[in-house]
Structures are given as structure tokens and as C-alpha cells.
């Protein structure tokens, strides 16, 4: 054992479910309200109670907002911190020093991935048979809607969002788009993960339909420019345009699988204009 490790405290984790949890990433605040036990979960981070972007804004109601510092979760004193894995670095690392019990998330980039984050935040709250119901009432209604979709003819949808972004295959929006009965355009040009597509080739691609975040939408910045260009409105009238409620894709919780209903819905509403 080295001397610096001697010196920190250890890492200690509660024999039974712990009384006192902290979130401090918009994905695990939504996990863990919809899983917590009253008085279990005591804080979430500011971004739970922004009802533009969490879906349980409401539930944040009453519970201790946190910015994700390292001092403000530390004087909480809680017995266990759930995070996502690419947010907070430094307070996480921080809190793991001082000998905090943090339980890191990956970002849900599939049904299957939000089943087994849903399951694991169940266990890590004591809180397992709660979670295999959320779990198991997901894939009824994922069955369900597959069951509706088979007639659906599978028109190409693309994604296009500030700074030019968009999706492809191995991201939680492609597996929205084709649990929705559609086929996800950066999937088709053999795009994985997210990355710039650029205005012309998305033109040159002429997907089916269009689709672009409400919160992109809205976004007034010189990074949402090219969302009003001249030659997007030329290719994608309103009739081939789609507007996805961020709020159900930007984390995977057993919630996400209303964004296939809301996605199919809106294209529908689209054609008709």
C-alpha cells in the first residue's frame, strides 16, 4: 500500500441501502426520483428542477438543488453519490478521495442500456423490485408499439441540430427512430455516435423528413444559425420537418419510451400539413 493511500480514508459502503443520496447529473436525478424511497433521495443536481430539458421537474420540487461542487455535496454527508460517467470529473474524483461512495452511470445509448441502468439504480437504492417493474412495464409498451409499427413503410429520418450535429448508429436517438418504425439517416450513411454533418450533405441526402430538437428550435445563438438557412428551408418545408421534445431523449429513463409515440405522432402530424 502506497503512503498516499494510507492517508485517505477508505471507500465506505453501507451493508443495507443508504438513507442519504445525492445525484448530481440530470440522467441519474431522474433514476433515482423515479426509484427513491420518501426521504432517501435528499439532493439533485440544478439541471432535475429546469423543466426545458428533466421531464420530473416537478418531483425536483422540494428536494436540495446542488451544482455538482464538491464542498456543497461533501457537507450534505451523504452515504452514497450517483454521477454520470462523462460529467463532474473533478468533484467526482474529489469526492472518491475523501472517501465518498460514488456510483458512476453510463449514458444510456439503447432500451437494453436503460433496463440495465434502471435495474442497477434499484439495487444501489435497495429499491430492486420497484425497478424491475419500471423495467418491465417499458418492454410491454415497447412490445406494444412494436406490434403497431410492422405496417409502417420505414421512411428515412435525419437529425440536425446546432453546430451542425447529428446522430447515427449506437446512440440512444437511433434506436428511438427505429423502435418508431423509421430508419435513422446517419445510421444509413454509416455514422456511429454523434458527430458535424454538413449542411450540404444532409441537402445531397434529401432524408424523408427532418428532425430537429425543440431545444435546438429555440436555441437564439450563432450556433443554431444554419438551423434557418436558406437552403434547409428550400430542401424541408414544414410538411417534412419533425420537432422532438428534448425532454424525453436527452436521458434514457423508462420514460424515453414515450418519445416513440411523440415521434411517430409528430411525423404523422407533419404530413398532414
Known amino acids: ?47 432535475a428542477a429546469d423543466e426545458t430539458i428533466s421531464l420530473m421537474s416537478a418531483e425536483a420540487v422540494g428536494l ?20 454520470g460517467k462523462y460529467t463532474t470529473r473533478a468533484t467526482v474524483n474529489l469526492l472518491k478521495r475523501l472517501g465518498k461512495h460514488v456510483e458512476e452511470f453510463d449514458p444510456a445509448r439503447s432500451f437494453e442500456d436503460i ?36 405496417a409502417l413503410n420505414r421512411p428515412i429520418l435525419g437529425s440536425f441540430g446546432s453546430n451542425s450535429y447529428t446522430s447515427g448508429a449506437e446512440t440512444l436517438e437511433n434506436d428511438i427512430v427505429g423502435k418508431a418504425g423509421f430508419r ?45 438557412h436558406p437552403a434547409l428551408d428550400a430542401r424541408f418545408g414544414e410538411e417534412r420537418r419533425v420537432s422532438a421534445d428534448t425532454r424525453y431523449w436527452i436521458c434514457g429513463t423508462p420514460l424515453t419510451v414515450d418519445a416513440i409515440q411523440r415521434l411517430r405522432d409528430a411525423v404523422r402530424g407533419s404530413s398532414a400539413k
Open 1 to 47: 500500500m502506497t503512503v498516499l493511500a494510507m492517508m485517505l480514508p477508505a471507500v465506505g459502503i453501507a451493508a443495507g441501502p443508504p438513507d442519504r443520496v445525492v445525484s448530481v447529473n440530470l440522467c441519474t436525478d431522474q433514476l433515482a426520483m423515479l426509484l427513491a424511497r420518501p426521504g432517501q433521495l435528499i439532493s439533485v443536481s440544478h439541471l
Open 115 to 150: 433496463s440495465e441502468n434502471t435495474r442497477r439504480m434499484g439495487g444501489l437504492l435497495g429499491e430492486e423490485d420497484a425497478a424491475e417493474r419500471l423495467v418491465k412495464q417499458m418492454h410491454l409498451e415497447l412490445m406494444r408499439l412494436h406490434a403497431e409499427g410492422k
Open 184 to 228: 435513422h439517416l446517419g445510421d444509413e450513411i454509416g455514422i456511429r455516435g454523434t458527430t458535424r454533418l454538413p449542411l450540404e450533405a444532409l441537402v445531397l441526402a434529401n432524408p424523408d423528413y427532418l428532425m430537429i430538437w425543440d431545444r435546438h428550435r429555440a436555441n437564439q445563438s450563432r450556433s443554431a444559425s444554419v438551423l434557418s
Open 64 to 83: 436540495r438543488i446542488n451544482h455538482g461542487l464538491a464542498e456543497e455535496i461533501f457537507r450534505l454527508e451523504p452515504d452514497l453519490v450517483v454521477a
